[in-house]
């Protein structure tokens, strides 16, 4: 199955193609598409979609983990967070 691939959601720089990443965490803190704001950038196995697959954002601010597209964070495979990263520490965005 091919994956769709949303241009409006990448960005040309100088290092090639990147993802622009959302406008910020649910505990509210603003993102930047770079420089010291912007999230780093992980990816989580997830059961809530069909591919199983979501590009996970961490808030610099708080750290939060915050999964893209993703409906249920309790769906998240153990294996693909850091052990630790439970309950509050987990968004949607
Ligand atoms: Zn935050
Ligand atoms: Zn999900």
Do not use: N, Y
């Not at 010291?36 to 979609?49: I, L």
């Not at 495979?77 to 990263?85: C, E, F, K």
């Not at 439970?86 to 965005?93: A, D, K, P, T, Y």
């Amino acid at each position: 199955m091919a994956r769709e691939i949303d241009w409006s959601k990448w960005q040309r720089t100088p290092r090639g193609w990147v993802r622009v990443p959302p406008g910020g965490c649910p505990a509210g803190h603003r993102w930047t598409t770079s420089g010291p704001g912007r999230p780093s950038e992980r990816f989580v196995t997830c059961g809530c979609t069909v591919d199983r697959h979501h590009t996970l954002w961490v808030c610099p601010t708080c750290g939060m983990h915050c999964a893209e597209g993703c409906t249920d964070t309790d769906l998240w495979a153990g294996t693909t967070v850091s052990s630790g990263i439970i309950g509050s520490r987990r968004g949607l965005v």
